[in-house]
T-cell receptor
């Protein structure tokens, strides 16, 4: 089945540690996104990539980093500089080249602090 | 930039009743309005979307209406069922430049049997 796979489902971070969240898609989508979701809030954009080897900061990029070396993969690293990393992280992808195509989401990774 | 407001934040209905969730947006250039349903521990799933050249769209028990003049759009669920219980998000996006999707803050819908 085509879709977006996020792993792990749950992740724990120790003080001062960097952790990496995986996002893989087999939908052949060019654009990929990372969102952060906090209770009672909408989804906030962390980073996005519209093509391989290119990515841009979203609204809350501080303390995060990404890479886009392959079309199907867009990993997110939560660095020790992110002082409040506890949240639900969602990866999404979308086909480009056609107007108004929807974003499709993975099932998220829940990150907590130890 | 775009701002999307969503109301109510929680909505409780009895099975079989209708539910209406409303969103307003600020950017008059927005022309794409999707609705997502998010179940506990899952990612959002697209349930219906509407484009600015259309005033209403239906898909079985779900409908979305758009009023571009007033800059608001609504989700209507008829004959609600317990499995409709979830958090619903509206969003808006313009079709120029980078197409950033701006989300509302979500509505928790509870359908009681």
């Amino acid at each position: 089945d085509g879709g977006i796979t996020q792993s792990p489902k749950y992740l724990f971070r120790k003080e001062g540690q960097n952790v990496t969240l995986s996002c893989e898609q087999n939908l052949n989508h060019d654009a990929m996104y990372w969102y952060r979701q906090d209770p009672g809030q909408g989804l906030r954009l962390i980073y996005y990539s519209q093509i391989v080897n290119d990515f841009q900061k979203g609204d809350i990029a501080e303390g995060y980093s990404v890479s886009r070396e392959k079309k199907e993969s867009f990993p997110l690293t939560v660095t020790s500089a992110q002082k409040n990393p506890t949240a639900f992280y969602l990866c999404a992808s979308r086909v480009t080249g056609y107007s108004n195509q929807p974003q499709h989401f993975g099932d998220g990774t829940r990150l907590s602090i130890l | 930039g775009e701002n999307v407001e969503q109301h109510p934040s929680t909505l409780s209905v009895q099975e079989g009743d209708s539910a209406v969730i409303k969103c307003t947006y600020s950017d008059s250039a927005s022309n794409y309005f999707p609705w997502y349903k998010q179940e506990l521990g899952k990612g959002p799933q697209l349930i219906i979307d509407i484009r600015s050249n259309v005033g209403e769209k239906k898909d079985q028990r779900i409908a979305v209406t758009l009023n571009k003049t007033a800059k608001h759009f609504s989700l209507h669920i008829t004959e609600t069922q317990p499995e409709d219980s979830a958090v619903y998000f509206c969003a808006a996006r313009r079709n120029t430049g980078f197409q950033k999707l701006v989300f509302g803050t979500g509505t928790r819908l509870l359908v009681s049997p």
